[in-house]
């Protein structure tokens, strides 16, 4: 009976190991303000935007970039007028992500809670399945159904847009970009019409 117990208790400890392994895993998605998109080959993509509107309306953002870790929180680079370094975790409810002096991003002063300095707590608002964060470089990119110029549609995106990819193929990218209303719009793009996000060489 005793022996019985022990391996249902070990049983048990390994259900939880397994299941804190997993829940501390960064995953692609969309946690409040942050577009996060971890690729195959352990790299992160972020944009961050946040406004903030009384008589004149503030704008907060920036984007990040860095690798996976297993052993230690994930350090990543942030960056839109400055260039920052921070590092992001997951949590149980989203990820945890911290930038010292990250209110000196370009209008995050007014805008971005202080506690991005120490670790700011973002709630999963969306999983999705993107490899990477675009950004959108062509003065208006109109989204196709499939990866052929012969199935576009009326919806487009602007440049400056961010958007997740999904996978590309013979030229063509598929993306989701997610509206201010949080309805995701899904489509092909021209690769030609949008660029990784990649930090300002040092």
């Not at 022990?6 to 942050?34: K, N, P």
């Not at 009384?54 to 870790?69: H, Y």
């Not at 973002?122 to 199935?151: F, N």
């Not at 092909?188 to 996000?197: G, I, R, T």
Request: with cysteine; glycine share 10%; charged share 15%.
């Amino acid at each position: 009976m005793k022996a019985k117990m022990m391996r249902r208790v070990g049983g048990f400890s390994l259900l939880m190991a397994v299941f804190s392994s997993y829940a501390a895993t960064l995953q692609s998605g969309v946690y409040e303000g942050l577009l996060l998109a971890v690729s195959p080959t352990g790299k992160i993509t972020g944009y961050y935007s946040e406004s903030a509107e009384d008589s004149v309306k503030r704008t907060c953002t920036f984007f990040l970039a860095g690798p996976v870790s297993a052993q230690q929180p994930d350090g990543i680079t942030s960056w839109s007028s400055s260039v920052l370094s921070g590092h992001i975790t997951a949590n149980n409810t989203g990820v945890t992500l911290a930038i010292p002096d990250g209110q000196n991003h370009a209008g995050c002063m007014n805008v971005l809670m202080p506690e991005i300095a120490t670790g700011l707590e973002l709630e999963t608002t969306q999983q999705t399945h993107w490899q990477t964060l675009m950004q959108v470089i062509s003065p208006r990119t109109y989204l196709s159904s499939t990866p052929d110029a012969a199935t576009r549609r009326k919806a487009w995106i602007v440049k400056g847009d961010v958007v997740g990819v999904i996978q590309t193929q013979g030229g063509w990218t598929e993306v989701e970009y997610p509206g201010n209303s949080g309805k995701m719009t899904h489509g092909w793009v021209n690769s030609n019409d949008v660029q990784p996000l990649t930090p300002p060489a040092s």
